[in-house]
């Protein structure tokens, strides 16, 4: 049995920005947890680029929702090598986690 690994994390992520990229010759079964610092709830996005392609709407799983003092975390979704995860945050409060197995293709 596989156990999940952290596989990037972030603490400041107010300007859009890779959090991690599939490596080559892997697939990643992932999913993101969003964590509120503060007791201020928080609006954040998180995005996934196929082959990492330019921002686009039709990346985002999490547009503008808000993480209040319970994290919150995508559903795990399989992705190739060259996806790259991308998270942004209202403010400087909000911690991304990314969490997964990384396996060869």
């Known amino acids: 049995?596989?156990?999940d690994a952290v596989l990037a994390q972030t603490a400041d992520a107010t300007v859009l920005q890779d959090l991690?990229?599939?490596?080559?010759g892997?697939?990643?079964a992932l999913y993101v947890v969003a964590t509120n610092r503060t007791?201020?709830?928080v609006a954040y996005r998180i995005s996934f680029a196929i082959g990492g392609a330019v921002d686009d709407?039709?990346?985002y799983t999490v547009y503008d929702s808000t993480v209040s003092t319970i994290p919150q975390a995508t559903r795990r979704v399989a992705f190739p090598a060259g996806t790259v995860v991308r998270v942004f945050a209202?403010?400087?409060d909000v911690t991304f986690c990314v969490?997964?197995?990384?396996?060869?293709?």
Do not use: F, L
């Open 1 to 3: 049995m596989a156990i």
């Open 90 to 92: 209202a403010t400087a």
């Open 57 to 59: 709407p039709k990346q």
């Open 39 to 41: 007791s201020t709830p």
């Open 99 to 105: 969490n997964g197995i990384e396996q060869d293709v």
């Open 20 to 24: 991690y990229t599939v490596p080559v």
């Open 26 to 28: 892997k697939r990643t």
